[in-house]
C-alpha cells in the first residue's frame, strides 16, 4: 500500500516563509510526477505546482516568483517552499503523485493535506 504523507503546515503573517514536505512510503518501484494543489475554504482544489521525475516544473501564475516546488528521488520526497506568503494563500495543500508500485499497477495518489493560514 503506498501513502504520501505531508507536513509543514503552520500559521505565519503575510510575508512569511513555510516550507512543506509530502514523503511518499510503501511499495513504490517508481515516481513519476509530484505535485501541489491546494483547497481554500468555499473554493475549489487547485494546482500549485507540479515537477517531473527529471525535475521539470510547472507553477499556477498566482504563485510563480514566490513558491519552489523540488524532489528528492532518493527519499521519495517533494518540498514546497513557499515565501512572501499573502492572506490568499491560506488553504489546505494537497501533495499529489503518480506512482507506479511494485506490483506493476500505476496510479495516481493524494495525501490527506496539510492546513496553511496565513494571517495578522
Known amino acids: 500500500q503506498v501513502q504520501l504523507v505531508e507536513s509543514g503546515g503552520d500559521f505565519v503573517q503575510p510575508g512569511g516563509s513555510l516550507r512543506l514536505s509530502c514523503a511518499a512510503s510503501?511499495?513504490?518501484?517508481?515516481?513519476?510526477?509530484m505535485g501541489w494543489y491546494r483547497q481554500a475554504p468555499g473554493q475549489q482544489r487547485e494546482l500549485v505546482a507540479t515537477i517531473t521525475r527529471s525535475s521539470t516544473t510547472n507553477y499556477a501564475d498566482s504563485v510563480k516568483g514566490r513558491f519552489t516546488i523540488s524532489r528528492d528521488n532518493a527519499k521519495n520526497t517533494v518540498y514546497l517552499q513557499m515565501n512572501s506568503l499573502k492572506p490568499e494563500d491560506t488553504a489546505v495543500y494537497y501533495c499529489n503523485a503518480h506512482i507506479i508500485a511494485r506490483s506493476g499497477y500505476g496510479m495516481e495518489y493524494w495525501g490527506k493535506g496539510t492546513l496553511v493560514t496565513v494571517s495578522s
Open positions: 510503501g511499495s513504490i518501484f517508481i515516481i513519476n510526477t
